[in-house]
């Protein structure tokens, strides 16, 4: 079965740095793409970047492009969203999903994280 | 670039069908057969509904469908049921640097 789980909710002060994760299980982890999206409270839906973790090849969304770093550990099937430095405008639920090789949707979806900053 | 355009609300009784339009440019959905449509319910994760402009994935109900016309999409539910309100988004690429993009989402009141 194929599950991405996200790590917990976080709640973070403006300035401080943050990494959250989502591990995926019940496939190759390294023959999809991951994909985060966010989505801002009461919001709609907002396509952050993709990572190959094959190879850590990224696609960044220009509306996201150096405020946020993806990242992918091969060895524990773990992809990575990192800040340097959290604004309040960064409150928002954030989900990673899987993105087949060549295709262009998201087949799953993880469960989501609320990353307060306040 | 900005987001597909979608209707904000649309409402239905049991049994009816609904349609919801997604318009986008001749740089996204008019340009590539890749729209694809999700559902979210309340405080859950979105669920990928239709993928390739029409194509519904394994377990997804056939009471969906979608199909595209020139630079506009719809999704179209038949049959509807109270299980069916919910927020719905499609999605189109791009081809372009923003590669991916979102609708703003429309909220589907089953009456």
């Known amino acids: 079965e194929v599950q991405l789980v996200q790590s917990g909710a976080e709640v973070k002060k403006p300035g401080e740095s943050l990494k959250i994760s989502c591990k995926a299980s019940g496939y190759s982890f390294t023959s999809y793409w991951i994909g985060w999206v966010r989505q801002m409270p009461g919001k709609g839906l907002e396509w952050m970047g993709i990572?190959?973790?094959?190879?850590?090849?990224?696609r960044d969304s220009p509306s996201f492009k150096g405020q946020v770093t993806m990242s992918a550990d091969k060895s524990i099937s773990t992809a990575y969203l990192h800040w340097d430095s959290l604004k309040a405008s960064d409150t928002a639920i954030y989900y990673c999903?899987?993105?087949?090789?060549?295709?262009?949707?998201?087949?799953?979806w993880g469960q989501g994280i609320l990353v307060t900053v306040s | 670039q900005s987001a597909l355009t979608q209707p904000a609300s649309v409402s239905g009784s049991p049994g009816q069908s609904i349609t919801i339009s997604c318009t986008g440019t001749?740089?996204?959905?008019?340009?590539?057969?890749?729209v694809s449509w999700y559902q979210q319910h309340p405080g859950k994760a979105p669920k990928l509904m239709i993928y390739?402009?029409?194509n519904r994935p394994s377990g997804v109900s056939s009471r969906f469908s979608a199909s595209k016309s020139g630079n506009a999409a719809s999704l179209t539910i038949s049959g509807l049921q109270a299980e069916d309100e919910a927020e719905y988004y499609c999605s189109s690429y791009t081809g372009s640097s923003s590669y991916l993009l979102f609708g703003g989402g429309t909220k589907l009141t089953v009456l």
């Open positions: 999903a899987r993105k087949p090789d060549g295709q262009n949707y998201f087949d799953y």
């Open positions: 990572i190959y973790p094959s190879d850590s090849e990224t």
């Open positions: 001749s740089s996204d959905v008019g340009a590539y057969n890749f």
């Open positions: 390739d402009v029409s």
